[in-house]
């Protein structure tokens, strides 16, 4: 074993620095809104004790606001928010008119150069392909799995089977997908799909270089991933379907078909707009699928892999800027939608 | 109640002949029902299972016969592993990024989880001008795509904060294992805004008397905060804590970004996908280091799903 173990000592030591930083900030944080106004509750205890002691009119009480205890408790957040986010996100609509070193205004040429561009016209096709067809065909499997194993007798390890690709990270996902996709030129196969290819008679082949295909390809991969989470929020709506409806509907003799559309989709309806909305905004920012599996190459890119390899591996700032503006401006609608969506709900 | 009687028992004599014909239609509908189900499941299951076979067969084997044949000739081997874990040089050191993945993890769920109770306590509990707006400002937030703040904060770690030609904070100028502390401080942020949400509307629920009673007693606000709300919210607690440890652990973006390549900072993401990329066909290295970063959530996604779900449910769901 060549593993040196005290190579690793200085990272431990740097968690731990920040595990201290840890319990600095945050207990600091609590010792001062601890000390600091017990210690005023003291002194003004004194000051009741004198006055009544001396028959002094007693001091009146100041209204005591809650605004300075509220300040500290949200600081961290609001700094951090400021800094990491709110700043950040301005100035990248600021860079996305600049050029690529941020230097001078260029106006609108950056989101110009982003639909003259073939390679990036592609760019924006492949994430709709995704945007299209990752949300509906994952809701659907989870939607029809949910419903299948709904009270089944296995109910609960059926349902940790197809949910426990969400703890898989993407790129692992993206290893155990590409290992399926696997091509040999000569001798056996050794991923799955050429094996069924061609033991079915066909000619195996190197699935991942094929454009359009390797883009549905990669589909499946997120599809795969998102299916459980979309399978686990409709199971819980099925779930909350009051059961008098469903009795009443059963002695009314409906077959499960017509229970299905009339009686389940009609009740889970809030609930299948809330994964489509939520994968969707998802899909849009996929990044670690295509890095990992094919890293754009093959016409496979989608916004966030180019903004990504605009802005820190080309040095193109400006038009990095672009994309990741462009991804916003493309989620905006969907948000604007869903709030919509639970006012009406909320007022029934 | 009475006139209802008859006719159920004529609607129970008409429809005796067709529910047995209902009651072979369910029987084949539930069999179909299962066998779908079924083929999902094991459609779902089959590729990460091949992976699994696969790491534990010896290198050879893996590269010239599909992993279906280990039943019909099984060799076993953690050669893979001990090879992708501890080896030194391209060929994996997969342990020392493994500690990485630790060290940038275990800081960067704990930071978000703190700073947001808090403040989702102010923002629930505390009167004082401006709350909701501040609240929705947050809410809003989490409709911002990270790739918004890669570049300028990226920028501000490098070179610091600068407002007309006035140095106002220095450089990070942070250097191998240091940078464990851009890549914290990237997380939490991003984390925040949806940390805040789940948890606002887990404190937003706890009753109000209980507040009201530890105010006429004289309790200040921290003090409620540690000793009634924080025991209290123990469930919501663990569900953004299980959350934020899969979105960490699984990250790659942000590792990319913040943390470099190197073998003193990137976590386990970042060297499987350049594995990936550079030795894509060296898949006795690739399997098991799969494998190897599937582990550690798997183990925690699993013995902690039910509070996993929960969170799932009261993030997508109500909000």
Known sequence: ?348 | MTTATPTVGVGAQATEPTTRGARVRKRLNSRTATLVSIVIAVLWTIPTFGLFISSIRPENEIKTTGWWTFFSNPQITLENYQEVLFSRGSSGQLASYFINSLAITIPSVLFPLAFASLAAYALAWMNFKGRDWVYIGIFALQIVPLQMALVPLLRFFSTGVTVAGVQIMPAWDLVDEQKFAQVWFAHTCFALPFAVFLLHNFISQLPGDLMEAARVDGATHPKIFRTIVLPLITPALAAFGIFQFLWVWNDLLVALIFAGGGDETAPMTVRLAELAGTRGNEWQRLTAGAFVSIVVPLVVFLSLQRFFVRGLLAGSVKG
């Open chain 1, 1 to 348: 074993m060549e593993f040196d173990f005290a190579a690793e000592q200085p990272k431990f030591l740097m968690l731990m620095y920040g595990l201290i930083a840890f319990v600095a900030v945050v207990g600091g944080l609590l010792l001062l809104l601890d000390v600091v106004p017990s210690f005023f509750a003291r002194r003004r205890e004194a000051q009741l004790v004198a006055a009544s002691a001396s028959g002094a009119p007693l001091p009146r009480r100041r209204k005591q606001g809650e605004g300075a205890f509220a300040f500290f408790f949200l600081l961290p957040t609001l700094l951090l928010l400021a800094i990491g986010l709110v700043v950040p996100a301005i100035r990248t609509t600021l860079l996305s008119f600049m050029d690529s070193g941020s230097n001078d205004w260029v106006g609108l040429d950056n989101y110009r150069w982003m639909f003259a561009e073939d390679s990036i016209v592609r760019v924006l096709i492949n994430t709709l392909i995704w945007v299209l067809l990752v949300p509906l065909v994952a809701t659907g499997f989870g939607l029809i799995y949910a419903v299948l194993v709904d009270k089944a007798r296995f109910e609960a390890v059926a349902k940790s089977l197809i949910f426990l690709p969400m703890a898989i990270s993407f790129v692992g996902a993206s290893i155990i997908w590409k290992f399926v996709y696997a091509y040999r030129g000569e001798g056996d196969q050794i991923g799955l799909l050429n094996q069924i290819v061609v033991s079915l008679g066909g000619e195996p082949k190197q699935w991942l270089l094929d454009s359009p295909l390797n883009t549905f390809l990669l589909i499946v991969i997120m599809v795969w991933i998102q299916a459980g989470f979309a399978m686990v929020v409709l199971s819980a709506a099925i779930k909350a379907i009051p059961a008098d409806i469903v009795e009443a509907a059963r002695l009314d003799g409906t077959t499960p078909w017509q229970m299905f559309w009339r009686i389940t989709m009609p009740s889970i309806r809030p609930a299948l707009i809330v994964v489509v909305v939520t994968l969707s905004i998802a899909t849009l920012k996929v990044f670690d699928i295509v890095r990992t599996a094919t890293n754009g190459n093959y016409d496979t890119n989608v916004i966030a892999t180019e903004m990504y390899n605009q802005a820190f591996r080309y040095q193109e700032n400006g038009q990095g800027s672009a994309l990741a503006v462009f991804l916003f401006i493309l989620v905006i609608p969907i948000v604007i939608y869903q709030i919509r969506n639970l006012r009406k709900q909320r007022e029934g």
